[in-house]
């Protein structure tokens, strides 16, 4: 559709994977709580396979935007949902290294796909290769079950002493739970529907004000991360070197974050960071290049995206640690 000849339609389509990242929110907030994280994955994983696979076939530029904007709505859903899936399963002394290795995988997308654009010219086989990997990477969705911690804040005992059961017996661990009663007693508030869920939330004025000031930050740091994340094609070389060096530095910022996280506290490490990603931003202002591609300015954006990266999943833990589980999934929306 020419849209490597036009900027403009490339910042629509950036525009529109953004969009449909806020829109998310939505899906989140109605379907995380209500569903489960499970089944919310699974709807966000048949979302982004069927716009994937749409997006090879798409007769037109308007077409190929709005399966962008699913796009957007559905890898949020997707990741947010199993995010908080697998997270209610970790003990609390691993979660800092479960953090870590989540975002792994989210930064191993870059080598994937500068692999795959480099190998691969026809933007319409690029989607299709997209749509086989993402098949491989969401096949194990179907398979595990949901987190006790869910499906006891639904008060479904025999559900959740079955998935406890299966996982004692592939730990071999023996546990016998027949005549144990499972009580939650993360959240005391009815949370059987969405308007219970919002009512309940509105009485707990500290939660109220821990996702206020949390949200705020987070838009801090969304600013500072996507700003930050777009627009490396534009940075000299090649936009494939310029991808890889960014998968790279988001790799070291999250093996630096397993440790920070956990020494200096989620909190103290998600300011700390931001700080100093800020500094860096100011120091980038000085005009000084040394090679015809590389320049201070390029140099201190790679290092504030890399601050900007830890702040960006640390706090991914830090809210599914201050929220119940009742609530999980609309704090994290």
């Known amino acids: 559709f020419g849209i490597y ?36 994955c699974i ?41 908080i899936w697998v997270l209610e399963f970790v003990p609390r002394k691993y979660r800092a290294v479960y953090n870590s290795f989540t975002m792994f995988t989210y930064c191993a997308g870059y080598p994937l796909l500068v692999a795959i654009c480099y190998l691969i010219h026809d933007w319409r086989y690029i989607n299709l290769a997209a749509f086989a990997l993402s098949v491989i990477i969401y096949s194990p969705v ?14 479904e005992d025999d559900a959740c002493k079955q998935v406890l059961n299966r996982y004692a017996k592939l730990a071999r661990v023996p546990l016998d739970l027949r005549h144990v009663k499972l009580i939650d007693n ?14 309940s939330f509105w009485h707990e004025k500290a939660m109220v004000l821990e996702t206020f000031v949390i949200t705020y930050g987070s838009a801090v740091i969304n600013i500072l991360y996507y700003g930050l994340n777009y627009g490396w094609d534009n940075f000299g070389d090649s936009p494939f070197a ?11 910022a999250y093996v630096l974050m397993m440790f920070m996280g956990q020494a200096m506290g989620r909190r103290t490490c998600i300011v700390g960071v931001c700080g100093t990603a800020c500094g860096l931003l100011l120091l980038g202002m000085v005009n000084w290049s040394w090679s015809e591609v590389w320049d201070l300015e390029r140099l201190v954006s790679l290092l504030a995206m890399m601050m900007s990266a830890i702040a960006y999943s640390l706090r991914y833990l830090y809210i599914g640690e201050l929220a119940p589980t009742t609530h999980r999934g609309g704090e994290y929306a």
């Open 5 to 40: 000849c036009s900027p403009r339609k490339v910042d629509l389509l950036s525009g529109a994977m953004l969009l449909g990242s806020v829109l998310s929110i939505f899906t989140g907030i109605l379907l995380f709580d209500a569903i489960g994280r499970r089944r919310s």
């Open 186 to 199: 993360t959240f005391s508030g009815n949370a059987s529907s969405l308007k219970a869920r919002l009512v």
């Open 242 to 252: 310029s991808y890889l060096y960014v998968g790279l530095a988001e790799f070291l």
């Open 43 to 83: 709807v966000g994983a048949a979302l982004n396979l069927g716009a994937t696979l749409m997006a090879t076939f798409a007769p037109s530029y308007t077409v190929f935007f709005v399966l962008r904007l699913i796009h957007g709505v559905a890898k949020d859903c997707t990741f947010s949902a199993c995010y």
């Open 142 to 155: 179907v398979i595990f079950p949901d987190s006790p911690r869910y499906l006891l804040s639904k008060n």
